[in-house]
């Protein structure tokens, strides 16, 4: 399957964020959707089924972990890959992403190309 198929939706409050990570991922041939907290990410999921997420922590209203644990609870969203890709890089953060149903944990600043590796990785398995 082409990766331009491929939709994957960028979670994160900070705009900055969101216009970098989608630039990159758009200039590499994915289509993508943004959302800038957890209840405009649900209602994007209402509509759309996305084929990764990348989600970060710290977020208003809900954080990462809380909405990852909402969505691996969901029968519609529980399948699909959740990345963290947050500036938290503790160990017990990443931990606890793992234990709430991510499938891996990229800390910021990322490199783009091991950011983009991960995601094909992931979208390939």
């Given at each position: 399957?082409?990766?331009?198929?491929?939709?994957?939706?960028?979670?994160?409050?900070?705009?900055?964020?969101?216009?970098?990570?989608?630039?990159?991922?758009?200039?590499?041939?994915?289509?993508?959707?943004?959302?800038?907290?957890?209840?405009?990410a649900l209602e994007f999921l209402e509509n759309r089924r996305p084929d990764?997420?990348?989600?970060?922590?710290?977020?208003?209203?809900?954080?990462?972990?809380?909405?990852?644990?909402?969505?691996?609870?969901?029968?519609?969203?529980?399948?699909?890959?959740?990345?963290?890709?947050?500036?938290?890089?503790?160990?017990?953060?990443?931990?606890?992403?793992?234990?709430?149903?991510?499938?891996?944990?990229?800390?910021?600043?990322?490199?783009?190309?091991?950011?983009?590796?991960?995601?094909?990785?992931?979208?390939?398995?």
């Amino acid at each position: 399957m082409s990766k331009s198929k491929y939709l994957i939706l960028i979670i994160d409050d900070n705009a900055e964020n969101i216009k970098f990570l989608g630039s990159l991922l758009i200039d590499n041939g994915y289509d993508v959707g943004a959302a800038v907290n957890a209840p405009k990410a649900l209602e994007f999921l209402e509509n759309r089924r996305p084929d990764l997420i990348l989600l970060d922590v710290t977020m208003p209203e809900m954080d990462g972990f809380a909405l990852c644990t909402q969505l691996k609870s969901d029968v519609y969203t529980k399948d699909i890959p959740v990345v963290f890709v947050t500036a938290r890089t503790e160990t017990e953060d990443i931990v606890r992403g793992f234990q709430t149903g991510g499938v891996d944990y990229i800390g910021k600043p990322f490199n783009s190309a091991e950011l983009l590796a991960r995601v094909k990785t992931h979208l390939e398995l």
